[in-house]
């Protein structure tokens, strides 16, 4: 019953900033890396950041530099704070968690995220010009 919940997208300008959280629930461990993943109508999933239990991060370099993944490990929040949003970044955004050992967050975002177990329903961010 492991279980990931999106949340925060909405509609903004070019330049605005969004924060997005993802709740974790009905995980009978340590989540070992969670990260942020991102798929536009017809496009490819993409990965967006990344990070693992030890704070290791990773991000997509179309946005490093704008956004920021973190996390408060006592409830298994995740957050991906976007700011500088281009109308690039319009997609469904995703949260996905877990993954076998040595799965790491460089790994997990080249890869987006094709073997981490839990997943969300999305959360849709739209950037209009």
């Known amino acids: 019953q492991a279980q990931l919940v999106e949340s925060g997208g909405g509609s903004v300008q070019p330049g605005g900033s969004l924060r997005l959280s993802c709740a974790a629930s009905?995980?009978?461990?340590?989540?070992?890396?969670m990260g942020w993943f991102r798929q536009a109508p017809g496009k490819e999933r993409e990965g967006v950041a990344a990070?693992?239990?030890?704070?290791?991060?990773s991000y997509a370099d179309s946005v490093k530099g704008r956004f920021t993944i973190s996390k408060v490990n006592a409830n298994n929040t995740l957050y991906l704070q976007m700011n500088s949003l281009k109308p690039e970044d319009t997609a469904m955004y995703y949260c996905?968690?877990?993954?076998?050992?040595?799965?790491?967050?460089?790994?997990?975002?080249?890869?987006?995220?094709?073997?981490?177990?839990?997943w969300g329903q999305g959360t849709l961010v739209t950037v209009t010009s």
């Open positions: 990070i693992d239990s030890d704070g290791n991060t």
């Open positions: 009905g995980f009978t461990g340590g989540i070992n890396v």
């Open positions: 996905a968690a877990d993954g076998p050992p040595g799965y790491n967050v460089i790994k997990v975002v080249e890869g987006a995220g094709r073997y981490l177990e839990v």
